[in-house]
């Protein structure tokens, strides 16, 4: 029975300290009138909730005199140097004091955000002679803000220390977001669409030749249509006149004969046309009547 209790008692021991690691970093610094500047920084651009989301992370403030430098600066601007003076590690006094040879890179909020060029995401932490100073992390900055005191702690989870003065990596107020390049990559794909619509347009330009060979197809079949001037040889006019069209036609068919086979028929129905007209006058004059032109 006393183990039952035991153990219940511990399980809510446990509970309990899991809440006291939850910290609100805005609550924390209420309570110190000289950081209020430094206070309202954070919340207007909304850094102190990701600072509150973390579990562990140490912040370094600057008093109200040392925030003049933001002045006049764009809440993005702001934004990128308040991520930068939240370390992603608790760092308290003591163990800045007992860094491994004197020194090191921390790396920051503003440098999970993927907005910094180069090591500008970076600080660095150094020992000199007992004296704990910071800078930026970008090649040639100097170690311009020294560690003036510890503010408040939870260990292991968060840290809040004063340094003397803001942090402002060279280029900061022009480093861009990564995915901005991204957006102009669609546009090659879209230019390539215009020669393939152009090509269609082309092709009805190359469709009207077959509309005019088909136009030549009705001459054809008139010039077969004439061969019915040979069913009127009684006449010699009529016959002398359509001689021609006549000529015609079979050279339409008999195209393998060549010319010399147009002149032969031709001439043809120049002879049978006199001996009809011989006929007739024959037959006119001796009054024979039973003679049939048909037969002859």
Not at 174 to 183: E, Q, R, V
Request: proline share 9%.
């Amino acid at each position: 029975m006393k183990s039952q209790f035991f153990l219940a008692y511990f399980s809510l021991f446990l509970l309990s300290s899991s809440f006291t690691t939850a910290f609100d970093i805005t609550k924390l610094l209420n309570s110190h009138s000289d950081f209020s500047n430094y206070n309202n920084f954070l919340t207007q651009s909304q850094v102190a909730a990701t600072i509150n989301a973390r579990q562990t992370i140490t912040v370094l403030v600057v008093d109200n005199s040392g925030t003049s430098s933001l002045s006049g600066k764009s809440s993005e601007v702001i934004k990128k140097v308040m991520s930068l003076h939240a370390v992603l590690d608790y760092f308290d006094e003591s163990r800045l004091q007992k860094l491994p040879n004197k020194t090191a890179h921390l790396t920051t909020l503003f440098q999970s955000t993927g907005l910094a060029n180069g090591q500008q995401g970076f600080l660095n932490v150094t020992d000199t002679s007992g004296e704990v100073k910071f800078g930026s992390a970008v090649q040639g900055s100097s170690l311009s803000s020294n560690l003036v005191k510890e503010i408040t702690t939870q260990p292991y989870n968060i840290s809040v220390l004063q340094i003397s003065s803001l942090i402002m990596p060279p280029g900061i107020e022009n480093s861009n977001t990564p995915p901005a390049p991204k957006a102009a990559a669609p546009s090659p794909s879209k230019s390539k669409t215009p020669p393939s619509a152009d090509s269609p347009s082309k092709s009805p330009s190359k469709s009207p030749p077959p509309e005019t060979s088909d136009d030549k197809a009705p001459t054809s079949s008139k010039k077969a249509s004439p061969p019915k001037a040979s069913d009127s040889p009684p006449s010699p006019t009529p016959a002398a006149a359509d001689a021609p069209a006549a000529a015609d036609a079979p050279a339409a068919e008999d195209a393998p004969g060549g010319a010399s086979a147009s002149k032969s028929s031709g001439s043809r129905v120049m002879t049978s046309g006199v001996v009809v007209a011989v006929f007739v006058v024959v037959v006119s004059c001796f009054g024979v009547g039973f003679v049939d032109l048909k037969g002859f």
